[in-house]
């Protein structure tokens, strides 16, 4: 069964950092490009940060480019978004996501939810 699972997610205040983790099963992430999402209360999902499937480049949304680093370990099977200097404005359900444009194929995890509150 393939399947991505995040993790890391919690609550933490302002200022704080936290590191997601997204890891797969029953499919290897070598061959797909691969983002966070997010979704706040009331708000459309956006896309966060994305990495080639190599790894060679990387784009991220306006509002967190220098905060948040996304990377992969293609060996261990698992993305990861590093968060820095979180902001109240970064709470929402954070979603991992893998797609592969030549065989049409992209799988969602289930979410972890990151608050950031004082």
């Known amino acids: 069964q393939m399947q991505l699972v995040e993790s890391g997610g919690g609550f933490v205040q302002p200022g704080g950092s936290l590191r997601l983790s997204c890891a797969a099963s029953?499919?290897?992430?070598?061959?797909?490009?691969m983002s966070w999402y997010r979704q706040a209360p009331g708000k459309e999902c956006e896309l966060v940060a994305r990495?080639?499937?190599?790894?060679?480049?990387?784009n991220y949304a306006d509002s967190v480019k220098v905060r948040f680093t996304i990377s992969r370990d293609n060996a261990k099977n698992t993305l990861y978004l590093q968060m820095n200097s979180l902001k109240p404005e970064d709470t929402a359900v954070y979603y991992c996501?893998?797609?592969?444009?030549?065989?049409?194929?992209?799988?969602w995890g289930q979410g972890t939810q990151v608050t950031v509150s004082s």
């Open positions: 029953g499919l290897s992430l070598r061959s797909y490009h």
């Open positions: 990495i080639t499937s190599a790894g060679g480049s990387t």
């Open positions: 996501n893998a797609q592969n444009m030549l065989v049409r194929l992209e799988f």
